[in-house]
């Protein structure tokens, strides 16, 4: 009997051993959670672009765009862009 719970604590203590490890390893970045690797042919990640008047990162897709001549210029709001075409107004160039 005494070597049945021996066992048993054994198993007990490498279980906790192994998911102290585990949760380290994963706190230092070394071990991720469900995460999965970028497969071939997924999506790219949205470019982040910078809004010229707050200096505001923001995705490509949530930004709002202003074509002007042959380029678009991005803003993270019609506030920031309003200013922009304002400034531009007074300042052209």
Do not use: N
């Amino acid at each position: 009997m005494p070597f049945l719970i021996r066992i048993v604590l054994v198993v007990l203590a490498l279980y906790v051993l192994w998911r102290a490890c585990a949760r380290l390893l994963r706190s230092l970045g070394m071990m991720s959670a469900g995460a999965r690797s970028v497969e071939p042919g997924a999506p790219p990640v949205d470019e982040l672009v910078q809004d010229p008047v707050c200096k505001l990162y923001v995705p490509r897709r949530e930004a709002v765009a202003l074509k002007q001549g042959g380029s678009t210029v991005f803003f993270c709001s019609t506030a920031c862009r309003d200013q922009y075409v304002q400034q531009a107004g007074r300042h052209p160039g």
